[in-house]
């Protein structure tokens, strides 16, 4: 027999004596007990199974024929245990005592100690006994309890009889008829589909749940790939028919569509937690994704290239430096590379995500001057090396006049220690972002530096050959500034304002990246600014995109 399957089954019988609302009669069918054990027919395993009442761990008989008989002592705190190393025990019953060996089974959660048809030196031991204790590598466990045994062995007997007489065929529930889904596509499940199974791209997920003690709940997928193995998918959900969350199957790299389960835990802030399924050539293998903010994580194609990957956001912002309502974390993007969950949220491929993320985070923080929102688009300007840009738009007297001073402890990051409280908002956000690995600090080379500094040197700026157009000299010249010790230049327009700390410089031309702010709106462009004696040509990547070509400014002359 497998004993793989006997010990999760023994788990699985554990947790349905201890849940609340679970119809254990599903799986098993009650066949006899006394005052100590319950015994039962085992109809997933097709054995008999005899299980101590009224608690998570202990002694166990498992009969899949009546001339084989497997006794296992079985607790979750047996999981450190060596899966299938043999271990010297002693066992003491108020009996007598036995010394051998046992082999070690450990599986989702629980770790065993078996004997498989055990001499009769162990059987005696437990007869008339009421307790029995453990001890295996100079730690004991126990006591458990024995009331009943002399029943329980001659009732499993009897039951792995009635099993050879086939009394118990007809108990068997032929399998519900799995659902096809479509791949890509989160399905919604709630505790009332608790039962149902799915197909799809060669994946049959069946969906059970139960209640715990604790108060909490558990979702149970267990996942099937043809030809590759299965597995149990065991995630956190609200108790009491109050759980929900989401199952797919998406092509989330290269190789096999994977499953996707998610479920949420409850709370009014929090959180859903997701895994992942991969089948490989050595069985399943199921990857944490993480536990996450509100109340949906569902993967999305955000190259087009027909993978797909999870649009989240950073966690730690939410309470860092605002309540959880007026936290605006940026943007995190998370793929699964290599059979392995990879955040590639700076990957160039994901760029535009996070510009888009930028401007909206922008554009709150503008409107709102709330320390949560700000934080959120310092965070995202950061991971575009664009903080000191984001930076120098901030207003911080109105944001400094709306943040809490509980947001200014330094706390909960192993970097406090010793450290006093911050002084400001811009303190805050930028001693944490350091601390969290985002960029803050200017990328601009000194070449760059330089060639900004001699276009500064044009004070009254650079304007078009016709004064009165918006970007001529009397409405609106080009004027550039440079400030070394920011580590930032900019460049002023009609009703505009572009900051830049990222540059390229080749001969007499400089490419920029720059975040630009004007009458309300946020925007990135790309400038390409080209020497030509004592004219300048301006091109802009956006300006392109609309149609505008390149134009040749002049240097305006210093007004008296």
């Excluded at 089954?9 to 006899?32: C, D, H, N, T, W």
């Excluded at 590598?137 to 009732?155: C, H, M, R, W």
């Excluded at 400038?527 to 004592?534: L, P, S």
Aim: charged share 25%; glycine share 10%.
């Amino acid at each position: 027999m497998r004993v793989f399957s006997l010990l999760v089954a023994v788990s699985l019988l554990i947790s349905l004596q201890l849940a609340r609302g679970v119809r254990a009669e599903e799986r098993y069918v009650a066949f006899a007990e006394n005052r100590g054990w319950t015994i039962q027919y085992d109809r997933q395993e097709n054995n008999c199974i005899a299980a101590p009442k009224g608690t998570d761990g202990g002694l166990f008989f498992v009969r899949p024929s009546s001339s084989e008989v497997v006794v296992l002592i079985a607790s979750t705190k047996l999981s450190w245990l060596t899966d299938e190393k043999d271990y010297k025990v002693d066992i003491r019953t108020n009996s007598r005592p036995w010394n051998g060996t046992m082999r070690a089974d450990v599986a989702d959660g629980s770790g065993g100690l078996y004997l498989v048809n055990p001499n009769e030196a162990f059987l005696t031991a437990l007869r008339g006994a009421s307790r029995l204790s453990l001890s295996v590598e100079n730690v004991n466990y126990g006591p458990f309890s024995l009331a009943g045994s002399n029943d329980t062995i001659k009732q499993l007997l009897e039951c792995a009889q009635a099993l050879e007489r086939g009394e118990f065929k007809s108990e068997v529930p032929e399998p519900a008829e799995a659902e096809t889904i479509n791949s890509d596509e989160l399905v919604s499940w709630s505790a009332e589909d608790f039962g149902k199974s799915y197909s799809v791209e060669g994946w049959t997920l069946s969906l059970t749940g139960q209640d715990n003690p604790d108060g909490t709940g558990t979702a149970l997928l267990r996942a099937e790939k043809d030809g590759k193995g299965e597995t149990t998918i065991k995630l956190e959900t609200s108790p009491e028919g109050r759980g929900f969350g989401g199952i797919g199957v998406y092509k989330l790299d290269w190789s096999d569509p994977a499953v996707v389960f998610t479920s949420f835990t409850g709370g009014a802030h929090c959180c859903t937690e997701a895994r992942i399924a991969v089948a490989t050539d050595n069985g399943i293998k199921v990857i944490e994704l993480g536990m996450f903010d509100g109340a949906s994580v569902k993967p999305e194609d955000l190259e087009g290239d027909g993978t797909f990957e999870f649009e989240l956001s950073d966690q730690r912002f939410l309470y860092a430096f605002s309540s959880y309502a007026d936290s605006v974390p940026p943007v995190q993007i998370l793929a699964l590379r290599d059979g392995e969950v990879a955040d590639v949220t700076k990957d160039a491929a994901f760029r535009p995500v996070v510009e888009r993320a930028l401007i909206r985070t922008m554009t709150l923080c503008s409107e709102e001057q709330g320390s949560g929102a700000c934080a959120g688009a310092l965070g995202n300007a950061a991971l575009l090396g664009l903080y000191r840009s984001a930076f120098e738009f901030m207003v911080f007297d109105e944001i400094n006049a709306k943040m809490e001073d509980s947001f200014l402890e330094c706390g909960g990051m192993d970097a406090c220690k010793g450290r006093g409280d911050f002084k400001d908002f811009q303190d805050a956000v930028t001693f944490r972002l350091r601390d969290w690995g985002y960029e803050t600090e200017s990328r601009l080379s000194d070449a760059a530096s330089a060639f900004m500094e001699e276009l500064a040197k044009a004070e009254a700026g650079f304007g078009a050959p016709s004064d009165d157009t918006e970007n001529g000299c009397s409405m609106g010249p080009t004027v550039f500034r440079m400030e070394r010790a920011k580590g930032i230049a900019d460049f002023r327009g009609y009703e505009h304002i572009c900051n830049i700390e990222n540059a390229s410089v080749l001969h007499n031309a400089i490419a920029t990246d720059a975040l630009c702010a004007g009458e309300g709106d946020y925007w990135l462009d790309n400038h390409i600014f080209e020497r030509d004696g004592d004219d300048l040509w301006v091109f802009s990547l956006g300006g392109a995109r609309a149609g505008v070509a390149p134009a040749r400014l002049s240097r305006c002359a210093k007004t008296p």
